[in-house]
């Protein structure tokens, strides 16, 4: 499943590219669709360029625009994000109220970058002015001539100015003239489409997650039970952990260590974030299936070799060893995202350790290896017996796995 964002350059005086807007696609047609509500929009582009990709490569490194509207910042949910290169877009629908006052103060205050769109001046924004690193003004919906008398008044305020809807070199040169710092508009660039390879969400324990979540005392025991049967959620999960907002991240060795570290809050909202994008795709299935039916049998031989401490760390080991097929990355890139520990890394990467040896062995009885299977069971003194019991409950437990996602679909 692909996922699709438009990217529109901003240039400074000297035509360079010095930042870029983000914007929601859902195909390769180059315009916004009309039956995606803002906040839905918003939820899905976040999702795409800090989960499912790396916002650097989308932006080359520069710093990136994106729009929020009124809910989303009142839910705030751009707490959970990094403040590094990203500058919040407050649309024109957001009014100079009281209530936005303190929630724009408090975003100021925390470090964001913040900028307001499709700017009309009135009075009422005069307090607002000292907290916008930038604003942005229309040049069709509002013309130059029309707003000349006021942007003095902005420039006093230590705030940059970006032209919008630059169309041609006319438009470019007055602006210039005006003392714009910053230029947007099709007569430089039209929003070019990035496409991305994104782990896609299933639907069927979305909700539940989400039930269980938003209980005053919710149980990380029955979270980590729902994650560690969708991958698309734990892949999104330790991306989100790893992501430059929070520092000290520790090596991860499991999903319930990383709830853990993230704590009730941050949970909810990461949750929350990922319920409000409706993500609904339809994902490669036999791919999704065979990778969680590899994740399960690592874990069970894992304990089947006694190295019971590992078990969870194999559950990931096998979680993520078919990354680099779903993402079409180079396993090194995927896995430089993710907070994993060295050992979960260098089994998935070079092949080598204990981990990388429980791996093997669940890829060669998953192919019927037989051969491979009586040779490794031989040198590790492993039970045989006991080994295949145990691998028998994992092909059952992914049948009932199967029929409860059938079910809840």
């Not at 803002?38 to 499912?52: E, G, P, R």
């Not at 290169?85 to 109220?97: A, D, H, R, Y």
């Amino acid at each position: 499943m692909h996922f699709y964002t438009a990217r529109q350059p901003i240039l400074n005086r000297r035509q360079r590219v010095v930042a870029y807007e983000l914007l929601f696609r859902d195909s390769y047609k180059n315009c916004f669709p009309v039956d995606v509500p803002d906040k839905v929009a918003t939820a899905k582009l976040l999702v795409n360029s800090f989960l499912s990709m790396d916002i650097e490569d989308m932006t080359d490194g520069k710093p990136a625009l994106i729009n929020f509207p009124t809910s989303l910042l009142k839910e705030h949910l751009v707490h959970i994000l990094p403040y590094k290169n990203l500058v919040i877009e407050v649309l024109e629908t957001v009014e100079p109220n009281d209530d936005n006052f303190a929630i724009l103060k408090q975003l100021f205050d925390s470090g964001y970058h913040l900028a307001l769109d499709d700017f009309i001046y009135s009075p009422a924004w005069d307090r607002f002015l000292p907290l916008f690193k930038l604003i942005k003004i229309d040049i069709v919906a509002t013309p130059l001539d029309t707003i000349a008398h006021i942007l003095p008044k902005l420039k006093q305020k230590k705030t940059r100015l970006l032209a919008e809807k630059v169309e041609t070199q006319a438009d470019f040169l007055h602006a210039k003239a005006l003392g714009f710092d910053y230029f947007q508009g099709y007569f430089f660039y039209k929003p070019e489409i990035v496409k991305g390879n994104e782990v896609e969400l299933s639907q069927p324990f979305l909700m539940s997650i989400y039930t269980e979540v938003m209980k005053p005392s919710f149980s990380y025991r029955k979270l980590e039970a729902y994650f560690t049967q969708d991958m698309d959620l734990s892949y999104k999960l330790l991306r989100f952990v790893n992501s430059s907002y929070f520092s000290h991240v520790k090596d991860i060795i499991s999903l319930k260590q990383a709830m853990i570290f993230l704590g009730e809050n941050q949970l909810r909202k990461f949750v929350c974030l990922i319920v409000m994008a409706q993500l609904n795709p339809d994902k490669p299935q036999i791919l999704i299936q065979n990778t969680m039916l590899r994740a399960r049998l690592c874990e069970v031989i894992a304990k089947v070799m006694k190295l019971n401490k590992l078990a969870d760390a194999a559950f990931l080991t096998g979680l993520f060893s078919t990354l680099d097929a779903i993402l079409d990355k180079p396993m090194e890139k995927v896995l430089h995202s993710l907070p994993l520990a060295p050992e979960i890394n260098n089994a998935l990467l070079h092949q080598q350790g204990e981990l990388a040896e429980c791996l093997a062995l669940a890829i060669a009885y998953m192919q019927g290896n037989w051969e491979f299977v009586s040779e490794f069971v031989s040198r590790n003194h492993i039970n045989a017996g006991e080994l295949t019991r145990r691998c028998n409950q994992v092909y059952l437990w992914l049948s009932e796995y199967q029929r409860s996602s059938s079910s809840k679909a």
